[in-house]
Structures are given as C-alpha cells and as structure tokens.
Nanobody, 114 residues
Framework: QVQLVESGGGLVQAGGSLRLSCVASGNIFVTIVMGWYRQAPGKQRELVATITFSGNTIYADSVKGRFTISRDNARKTVYLQMNSLKPEDTAVYYC????????WGQGTQVTVSS
C-alpha cells in the first residue's frame, strides 16, 4: 500500500506559476513510475506527466514546454513545476503511483484566473 499526499495547489493568475509536491509513504521499496493527472468538473481525468525512477519523463502535449515533472527519490517526493499557467489548466491535480496507476493521492486544487 502506497500513501500519496499532494500539496502546493492554489489560486494564481494566468501566466503565473505553481509547484505541486507529492510525498509517498508506506511499505514500498520503489515505485518505477510516478505521475500527475488532472480532472476538471464534468471532464475525464487526463494524464499530465509521468516520470520513471531514473528520471525519464513524458508530457501531455497540452503542457509540454510549460510544466516540468521531477522527483527526489531520497525524499520520496514528486514535483510538478507549472509555469505559464492558463485558465484551462484549472483542475484538481492528482499524484499517482504505478503504470497504470494503482495508487492515488487525494488531489490538490489548482485554479487559474484571467
């Protein structure tokens, strides 16, 4: 069982930045793939970015060039640096573990205003 706790969400103006953090805990030895998903009301949850234990990354086209996923394996923490935020980035952002995901955090709200 893996416990994931996100933090760092908030309200920002378009063009601003936020950094999300996800701390993993529980009886795990290693998680090969960690990721960030997001879900807006009435919409499907969508993949934002993934990162492997060694640091290989994949991004959704909608965020590529603006968002950066990273991880600190010693701290068991995954980050999502979000720059040049747009109103369409508004969603609840979820941290995930596994591919396909087998564990989820509770989510953190990101709201981008004009």
């Amino acid at each position: 069982q893996v416990q994931l706790v996100e933090s760092g969400g908030g309200l920002v103006q378009a063009g601003g930045s936020l950094r999300l953090s996800c701390v993993a805990s529980g009886n795990i030895f290693v998680t090969i793939v960690m990721g960030w998903y997001r879900q807006a009301p009435g919409k499907q949850r969508e993949l934002v970015a993934t990162i492997t234990f060694s640091g290989n990354t994949i991004y959704a086209d909608s965020v590529k060039g603006r968002f950066t996923i990273s991880r600190d394996n010693a701290r068991k923490t995954v980050y999502l640096q979000m720059n040049s935020l747009k109103p369409e980035d508004t969603a609840v952002y979820y941290c995930s573990s596994g591919s396909p995901p087998h564990s989820w955090g509770q989510g953190t709200q990101v709201t981008v205003s004009s």
